[in-house]
């Protein structure tokens, strides 16, 4: 990893019809933004702004609701519906001794599955709604054009590590999903240096890809301990890699800490998605990315049992299952 002062900016137009060759060439651009920085800007990624405004729109009009309309869809065991602001913590933070809990609300949406389609598997099932018109179809919309834009990311991961795409696509084909529609209250100027918005961590999954409004907030760590914004860029989201892919690609891929801190007397908006694979995926490094004559440098984990495990630990609504 080096030190870094900005986050680069990622041109992924050929993801939208580009050639074999232009394909090739974004590839060789991510590994190096992803495995110098874990960060980057996309520009050009084809998702249409009024969709983007209108899941901002969305969010904007759940989280003026009363409390107790939001609470009617409070976080269920599915881990779908409203969380409210003082119940998950980063208790698993490598990054800081975190004793406060985030302070945020939000609205989580995952992969909507039909009655149908519920297999028993870990999270599998359907998600919780507000009685907001055309709030549902609007998430949704967004929702699974990140995933389309989720999936052809993942193709250019694998190309980035030398790894043939059908290979891991695969584990991708019915994903486990996360919209997450965050509001942040002001927080206090004078408050203590230990509240945050989202307290310094490296998210858990694969790819990470979000939108945020101009209230600014978001720092990404360098190496050395600094922390640098990451303001909205008009037309882009922020793209960061997760713990998974990180595991995944044997390191070579960053996970890079990051937080929130929302000191400028306004509410924030941010609406991240999460694109990770099927709960029952092993995680185990490509061999691609294991040097000759060398040992992964992790060992397999099963992404179900690693999820669950991070949300019995930083959500409240979870605890219970610890028993």
């Known amino acids: 990893m080096t030190e870094f002062t900005e986050i680069p900016v990622l041109d992924v137009s050929a993801l939208n019809g580009g050639s074999p060759a232009e394909l090739a060439a974004l590839a060789d651009q991510f590994r190096d933004v992803y495995g110098n920085v874990g960060f980057g800007y996309i520009s050009h990624h084809g998702i249409p702004q009024d969709l983007i405004d209108r899941v901002f729109s969305a969010s904007q009009r759940f989280h003026a609701l009363p409390r107790d309309q939001k609470m009617q869809v409070e976080l269920n065991h599915l881990h779908r519906g409203y969380i409210p602001i003082n119940t998950s913590t980063d208790v698993n933070s490598k990054l800081a001794d975190v004793k406060k809990p985030n302070q945020s609300e939000s609205f989580m949406v995952m992969r909507e599955d ?110 050395s301990g600094n922390w640098v914004d990451a303001p909205r860029l008009p037309g882009t989201f922020v793209v960061n890699v997760g713990d998974m892919l990180h595991r995944w690609s044997n390191g070579r891929l960053l996970a890079t800490p990051h937080r929130v801190i929302n000191r400028s007397g306004k509410t924030r908006y941010s609406c991240p998605f999460f694109f990770d694979p099927n709960v029952s995926t092993d995680i185990t490094p490509w061999p691609a990315c294991v040097p000759a004559g060398e040992s992964p440098a992790y060992a397999p984990v099963n992404f179900g049992e690693f999820l669950r495990s991070e949300l019995q630990a930083g959500y409240d609504k979870h605890k219970a299952d610890t028993v």
């Not at 039909?114 to 709604?129: E, V």
């Not at 997450?180 to 490296?202: C, I, K, N, Q, W």
């Open 114 to 223: 039909a009655p149908d389609q519920d297999t028993g598997a870990y999270l599998a099932g359907p998600n919780q709604w507000p009685d907001l018109d055309g709030f549902q179809a609007d998430v949704m919309a967004y929702h699974d054009a990140l995933c389309t834009l989720g999936q052809k990311l993942m193709h250019v991961a694998a190309l980035a590590m030398g790894v043939d795409p059908r290979a891991v696509l695969p584990a991708f084909e019915t994903p486990t999903t996360w919209l997450r529609l965050l509001y942040y209250p002001p927080t206090e100027p004078m408050a203590e240096a230990d509240v945050f918005g989202s307290a310094p961590h490296t998210d858990f999954g694969c790819l990470t890809i979000l939108a945020q409004d101009d209230i600014g907030g978001l720092q990404v760590m360098t190496p």
